[in-house]
């Protein structure tokens, strides 16, 4: 049991560039998120999604865009990589029923990003 | 001001002590709490939940008092293992369901 995968697990971007970093999950979870972390700043939510074929924008989306094709996957793109954007991704997935107020997440290894 | 605050450390203890952290949040919808541990460079994992009443696992201790809003995490008898930074988390539920939001944790360093 895989639990959440990412890919890649290290990138160097050119500023300008496009990428595509990929989120897997095999524990038939509803919700997946998309989170960065920096430095003094803690995890900051990107992107998330309830459901397949839904996103919505979280903290801080700006520069992001996101696709939920399958329950399993959950994509987060960079369009124009700028040396803001250098950071550690992290993908989330949870197991939400209405009224269970306690699951906590699970998280993937990160990714980590140096645009440059 | 931060939706959830911690002292970001580090706390450098002995092996065998025992360490307490806290952690405030500012929304007085926050339903559920929870302390989660990253260790250097990997992803954060669930440590555990956080109940009104407080709840106990093995050497930790969590405590929660909604009136102060205030979130605590004892350690007892610290082990080297134990060195990592310790994350205070709140959820809110809101029309787009379950999101957490994560303090900037707390790092915790056990010494010989």
């Known amino acids: 049991n895989a639990g959440v995968t990412q890919t890649p697990k290290f990138r160097v971007l050119k500023t300008g560039q496009s990428m595509t970093l990929l989120c897997a999950q095999d524990?038939?979870?509803?919700?997946m998120y998309w989170y960065r972390q920096d430095p003094g700043m803690g995890l900051r939510l990107i992107h998330y999604?309830?459901?397949?074929?839904?996103?919505a924008k979280g903290e801080v989306p700006d520069g992001y865009n996101v696709s939920r094709l399958k329950k399993q996957n959950f994509l987060l793109g960079l369009e124009s990589a700028a040396p803001s954007q250098t950071s550690v991704y992290f993908c989330?997935?949870?197991?939400?029923?209405?009224?269970?107020?306690?699951?906590?997440?699970?998280f993937g290894s990160g990714t980590r990003l140096t645009v440059v | 001001r931060k939706e959830v605050e911690q002292d970001p450390g580090p706390f450098n203890v002995p092996e065998g002590a025992t360490v307490a952290f806290n952690c405030t949040y500012s929304?007085?919808?926050?339903?559920?709490f929870f302390w989660y541990r990253q260790d250097c460079r990997k992803e954060p994992k669930l440590l555990m939940s956080?109940?009104?009443s407080g709840n106990e696992d093995g050497r930790f201790t969590a405590q929660l008092n909604r009136a102060s809003q205030y979130i605590s995490l004892l350690i007892r008898d610290s082990k080297l293992s134990d060195s990592a930074t310790y994350l205070c988390?709140?959820?809110?539920?809101?029309?787009?369901?379950?999101?957490?939001?994560f303090g900037t944790g707390t790092q915790l360093k056990v010494e010989l």
């Open positions: 989330a997935s949870s197991y939400e029923k209405t009224g269970r107020a306690n699951y906590g997440y699970t």
């Open positions: 524990m038939n979870h509803e919700y």
């Open positions: 999604s309830v459901g397949e074929g839904t996103t």
């Open positions: 929304n007085s919808a926050s339903q559920s």
């Open positions: 956080v109940y009104s």
């Open positions: 988390v709140v959820r809110i539920l809101t029309g787009g369901g379950n999101k957490l939001t």
